[in-house]
């Protein structure tokens, strides 16, 4: 069973908040599009994915949550250009140091996972 906490976000009944994750495609000259998105299980099972592939993953538990929101396959929405902007500027410059990995998007912690 699950409720949420005072910020809206889902807790289990533990208490715990339940992992939420995203993953963005980006293809130059388009709008980074959801093509997944999930809570609890879902979440993990997309940072399972990610990670199994060597895809990078940022934390970002607030714009996780509001792309969430977005249908799959659609664009963000103008309210996260910036936001999201910023996080593949930063994997685009990590991927580059280290070689060449894809880019990925979630909003889960470290203790999370």
Excluded: H
Aim: include cysteine; aromatic fraction near 4%.
């Amino acid at each position: 069973m699950s409720g949420q906490d005072k910020a809206g976000q889902e807790v289990s009944a533990e208490g715990k908040k339940r992992p939420v994750a995203v993953a963005l495609n980006y293809q130059r000259g388009d709008l980074p599009k959801v093509v997944a998105a999930g809570r609890g299980a879902i979440a993990e099972k997309i940072l399972e994915i990610a990670f199994a592939n060597g895809v990078k993953v940022r934390e970002d538990r607030d714009l996780a949550e509001l792309l969430s929101a977005v249908e799959l396959n659609c664009p963000i929405p103008v309210n996260c250009f910036e936001a999201v902007a910023e996080i593949l500027r930063y994997l685009y410059q990590a991927n580059a140091r280290l070689g060449g990995a894809p880019v990925a998007e979630t909003g889960v912690s470290p203790d999370q996972r």
